[in-house]
């Protein structure tokens, strides 16, 4: 998700927003962001934004019932403040402090990207800084990139073009993924789903332009015509690259002939929630016996992979549909995919703006709305995050992060997990055997809270000051590398898989550990000037979110070492399955957008997550205020706690989005939209109901609700 298209997408990480669609760095950068924010909002030495708020009561609609849409009814002001900036897809909270971070980034950017650094006298940079500062430069130099043109990509032109058989393929596709190139499959570092104390050799699916495989299957008229507008996406990257037309409009066609073989190959994205499905483990000499077109021999002497040892063949039915293809397919066709791919993987920042122009056009204008394209500097500033996130995100936290606000997020943290705990003895579902070992992954959880520990090390990444698609090919050796590296050696636990600046938080099932970073703990989602009411309606809800991942139904399948292992009684299992069934149909009947219904199936592990995360944060908060002595009858601002509480959860959910946008999402995100994040959830708590009175038969009360946790 947040890992660009050279990483190995085979973790399991359950993340609680998805910051864009589309493939790779390149699109993701274009997603999940807001607009220039007005300049008087960033005094640029102040750590907290003045104005963002957990609980805002100047965002409520009081024109509207609480008990018929209380989305509405909490968001409507925030709503008519914040239309959707044109150059945005979706915008809501999140986007709002995103953006805010983006332009603190933006100006640590600046001044490492300045050698000098004001008088003579100045320090001179340090390594991470003239990384950092040079990388930002680079990508900004726009006259340079435009200059050059596709000459920095013709030495890989031409390899491509000197393949003469498939036997030169191997070797080839190798040397294309290190330098970022998603074709084919995907191979990396992955704990071993049977022991998550061994870090093996993962190969999974790939290949593919579009998003996932059913862009390629789905039939409506809305797919079709998308379909149509990728094939002319592919042409017109191909003419930029000069050729001729027809030649063109032939090898889009080609591109498409393959991936459309290779996707009908792929399972689909709800098939890969389930890890049993991911899991054939097997080794180098097996799974090279099966490749009979394919040496992979020469494929990992390329790839600098190891030549021995085990390895999970994530998708057996994938893998023989791409030996296949290998077998039967003139070597002209697969040089032409090839072409496409590399074109594919360069086409943002560092090639001419006629390039990164029309992979805007397609990707985020066409498939999600997004009317224009993101200005230069957010883009680049994204981008160093992505490629350079532990240098940037050092500096960030030493600016933005007090200590103060890792010490009260890890309370938190500590009070709702003592909550689960209390949660898991009073199920009056689960057997008291199964609750022990519950109990037991609960307590093995690690917290991870702002930053690493042990901040990465880029000494052998070199960095050009001018050279953007160099840079970008070198950050993908370096990472490819490093990847690979943890082959054999001890996990290391204190690893992160999203940069400090982020707005988002995961949860990883073969780590068993939670993870917030640093730009996210903080207003509008945290706020150490709040009182518990708010900070447990939102930042709490959100711990106990992805606490409840750990056991939802993909978490639930690993036990507390992150083995996937089962350690459920059968009758629990069912009592679960059951239960979660509930949710399946309660969110297959929601019609996101015309003709397109929710999967029921795809977002269950996040719909536990939402469910269980705002109860779990909710009995936190309830104990917590009766310690305290909190009068449940004081109101503030017009409203008494329980009431501020609900309403901080509904206020981190306030989103437009556009039509474009909410459709993919209801396709491919197994995240509800957040108007469904946050209406359904309350439907199914009676508690509530009771805060704010609902009628039974009002909108806000389920029928029968639902409940897991
Ligand atoms: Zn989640």
Redesign the pocket.
């Known amino acids: 998700m947040l890992r660009c298209s050279h990483a190995l997408q085979v973790g399991l990480f359950?993340?609680?927003i998805l910051p864009g669609t589309g493939p790779g760095c390149v699109v993701a950068l274009g997603q999940a962001t807001p607009p220039a924010a007005p300049p008087g909002l960033i005094p640029p030495e102040l750590p907290v934004t003045p104005g963002l708020k957990v609980f805002d009561a100047s965002l409520i609609d009081t024109a509207v019932d609480p008990c018929e849409n209380f989305y509405r009814f909490s968001c409507n002001g925030w709503f008519k403040r914040n239309p959707l900036p044109a150059d945005q897809v979706a915008y809501g909270r999140f986007t709002e402090l995103y953006e805010l971070n983006r332009l603190h980034l933006k100006q640590i950017l600046e001044e490492a990207a300045t050698p000098a650094k004001g008088s003579a006298a100045a320090s001179p940079r340090s390594a991470n800084e003239q990384k950092i500062g040079d990388e930002y430069s680079s990508c900004m130099d726009t006259s340079t990139v435009n200059k050059l043109g596709l000459t920095p990509l013709q030495p890989e032109l031409d390899r491509i073009a000197a393949m003469k058989t498939a036997a030169d393929l191997p070797a080839l596709l190798a040397h294309l993924q290190r330098i970022g190139v998603s074709a084919f499959f995907s191979m990396g570092s992955n704990q071993d789903y049977a022991d998550s104390s061994s870090v093996i050799t993962f190969y999974g699916s790939g290949g593919l332009g579009l998003p996932e495989r059913d862009y390629y299957t789905r039939t409506d008229a809305k797919s079709v015509e998308q379909l149509q507008q990728y094939v002319t996406h592919v042409r017109a990257i191909f003419t930029l690259a000069g050729e001729p037309d027809a030649q063109a409009a032939k090898d889009a066609e080609t591109v498409m002939a393959i991936e459309t073989r290779l996707a009908k190959a792929t399972l689909t994205i709800t098939e890969q929630r389930d890890p049993q499905n991911l899991n054939h483990p097997t080794d180098v000499a097996r799974f090279s016996k099966e490749l009979t077109h394919f040496s992979l021999g020469d494929y990992v002497a390329a790839a600098h992979a190891p030549a021995g040892g085990k390895v999970n063949d994530m998708e057996p039915t994938f893998f023989a549909e791409f030996n296949a293809l290998v077998g039967d397919t003139p070597i002209d066709a697969i040089k032409t995919y090839l072409r496409w791919h590399l074109l594919h993987a360069y086409a943002g920042t560092s090639l001419p703006e006629s390039f990164d122009h029309e992979t805007w056009n397609f990707y985020s204008h066409i498939l999600n709305g997004a009317e224009k394209q993101q200005e230069r500097w957010k883009r680049c500033t994204s981008r160093v995050d992505e490629e350079l996130g532990e240098a940037l995100g050092q500096v960030y936290v030493a600016k933005y992060f007090p200590p103060e606000e890792k010490q009260r997020t890890l309370e938190m943290t500590l009070a709702i997990e003592q909550t689960m705990d209390k949660d898991i003895s009073a199920l009056g579902w689960m057997s008291a055997e199964t609750k022990v070992k519950a109990k037991e992954k609960l307590r093995a959880v690690m917290n991870k809270i702002g930053y690493p520990d042990k901040w990465r090390d880029y000494s052998r990444l070199n960095i050009v000051r001018g050279d953007s698609l160099g840079n970008e090919m070198r950050v993908h050796e370096f990472d490819f590398a490093r990847d690979l590296a943890k082959i054999g050696k001890p996990v290391d636990k204190g690893e992160w898989q999203m940069t400090p600046p982020t707005v988002n938080a995961y949860?990883d099932p073969q780590m068993n550990n939670v993870n917030f970073p640093a730009g996210y703990l903080q207003p509008p989602f945290f706020s150490g000037k709040e009182d518990d009411a708010a900070n447990y309606g939102d930042m709490g809800s959100t711990v106990g979110?992805?606490l409840t991942?750990g056991f939802d139904d993909q978490g639930r399948q690993f036990d507390k070492d992150g083995n996937l292992k089962d350690w459920w009684s059968k009758t629990d299992e069912s009592e679960f399955n059951e239960r979660a069934e509930c949710m399946v149909k309660q969110y297959d009947a929601i019609e996101a957008v015309p003709g397109v219904h929710l999967n029921g199936k795809l977002t269950l592990?996040?719909n536990l997550?939402d469910l269980g995360g705002l109860w779990l944060a909710w009995l936190a908060w309830l104990d917590k205020a009766g310690a305290a002595h909190v009068d449940m009858n004081a109101k503030a601002e017009g409203y008494t706690p329980d009431r501020r509480f609900w309403i901080a959860y509904a206020q981190q959910w306030c989103t437009q989005t556009r039509p474009e946008q909410l459709r993919s999402q209801a396709e491919g995100d197994p995240?509800a939209p957040d108007e469904y994040r946050t209406n359904t959830v309350l439907t199914d708590l009676p508690e509530f109901a009771r805060s704010f009175n609902c009628k039974k038969s009002a909108a806000m009360v389920a029928e029968k609700p639902c409940r897991v946790w």
């Open positions: 359950a993340i609680l949860y979110h992805e991942h592990g996040e997550a995240h």
